[in-house]
Nanobody, 115 residues
Framework: QVQLVESGGGLVQPGGSLRLSCAASGIRFSVYAMGWYRQAPGKQRELVATITRLGSTNYADSVKGRFTISRDNAENTVWVQMNSLKPEDTAVYYC?????????WGQGTQVTVSS
């Protein structure tokens, strides 16, 4: 059974930082591209950042320079370090694993940026 379990969300003030984690099980993690997506109320789910199995990264323009995605294939875990958070970063953040025609999602973790 494939599981992607996100953690690390919460309430943070503008300018603060959070680190989200996604622990994967039931997949051969090292062959999957991993990603973080987010969905704000009333909006479509959007890309935050992705990292290929070889470690190449891609970021949404809105988070470039503030967010950093990383992975550890030995720990079957992907993270996103989020710095200089803004109220517009408020959303449910989802972990994604993708390989060929396989596509898995976690349940999401809420991030709220507010004073």
């Amino acid at each position: 059974q494939v599981q992607l379990v996100e953690s690390g969300g919460g309430l943070v003030q503008p300018g603060g930082s959070l680190r989200l984690s996604c622990a994967a099980s039931g997949i051969r993690f090292s062959v999957y591209a991993m990603g973080w997506y987010r969905q704000a109320p009333g909006k479509q789910r959007e890309l935050v950042a992705t990292i290929t199995r070889l470690g190449s990264t891609n970021y949404a323009d809105s988070v470039k320079g503030r967010f950093t995605i990383s992975r550890d294939n030995a720990e079957n875990t992907v993270w996103v370090q989020m710095n200089s958070l803004k109220p517009e970063d408020t959303a449910v953040y989802y972990c994604n694993a993708r390989s060929m025609n396989l596509d898995y999602w976690g349940q999401g973790t809420q991030v709220t940026v507010s004073s």
